[in-house]
């Protein structure tokens, strides 16, 4: 029987470090899809009041005691960091996500520079506020892209193209530490 070895999307790829920016992985823990069902969106907030959040308005997330939920789409969010409250159950359909995702975190004040040339947003804070989230493309890949402070940004990306997004963030995080 073959044995398997438990990995994470991006081991043997990070950290990495340029002149004014680093990319790390982030260990999200428990991921699940929280969609209502129709005329539930209500019922939805209310169950997940008990974690301390709500069902997130789009482009917005909440986060309370390392917990977090994000819009991820229309009539979709992602709950990160707990199992969704059993209240749930019958009024949303519920999709365990743990494995399928790769989380990053680029950090540092050249962070918007090395994403806006991947990433065709306006990310200045002014327009993109810490708690803003948006699926959108890194170079050619679907992610979803969250700030998560002044200068760093959570990025999410199927699990299958995390060495791709990996290599694509070096390239640009190259580039823009060749500026100077």
């Given at each position: ?102 989380a990053?975190?680029l ?41 998560t ?32």
């Open positions: 029987m073959a044995s398997l070895i438990e990995r994470t999307p991006c081991e043997g790829l990070l950290p990495l470090k340029t002149r004014g920016c680093e990319l790390t992985e982030v260990t999200l823990g428990q991921v699940t899809s929280v969609a209502p069902f129709n005329g539930q969106d209500r019922a939805v907030s209310s169950a997940l009041k008990s974690l301390g959040l709500s069902f997130p308005k789009p482009g917005k997330s909440s986060s309370k005691g390392g917990v977090t939920c994000l819009w991820t789409g229309q009539g979709q969010a992602f709950l990160i960091g707990a199992l969704p409250p059993e209240a749930l159950q019958g009024i949303a359909a519920l999709t365990d996500q743990s494995d399928g995702w790769a990053l975190c950090d540092g004040p050249q962070a918007g520079a090395v994403l806006a040339r991947l990433v065709p947003l306006d990310l200045r804070s002014a327009v993109f506020a810490r708690g803003a989230v948006l699926r959108c493309q890194l170079g050619h890949m679907p992610a979803i892209l969250r700030r402070g002044a200068t760093a940004f959570q990025i999410l990306v199927f699990r299958s193209m995390a060495a791709t997004a990996v290599h694509e963030l070096h390239q640009a995080m190259r580039s823009v530490a060749a500026r100077g």
